[in-house]
């Protein structure tokens, strides 16, 4: 059961930084009027200006951050809960 609460953890970690990464991008879209300069987008990131490289960098690196230390969270109750403590 705790391999289980592991695995469904990372598969909850990845789609979470998945779909952090598509709201990110999908926000910053709708605000700049422009895709975002991600690795996504190599050509419009070595198009855009280093400020908006530097913001969405920052952006995107802190949202990352606090969905993985989030899901990390949830996945430690959930391997507590699963060996019933």
Known sequence: MKLLAKIFGTL???G???L???LVSGIW???MGEE???LAN???QQQA???KVLAFAVISGASASAIQALA???ARSLEAKAAGR
């Open 20 to 22: 952090g990464a598509k």
């Open 49 to 51: 200006a280093v400020g």
């Open 29 to 31: 879209h709708k605000a």
């Open 12 to 14: 909850v970690s990845l």
């Open 42 to 44: 190599p050509d419009k």
């Open 16 to 18: 979470a930084g998945w």
């Open 72 to 74: 990390k969270r949830w």
């Open 36 to 38: 975002p300069p991600s």
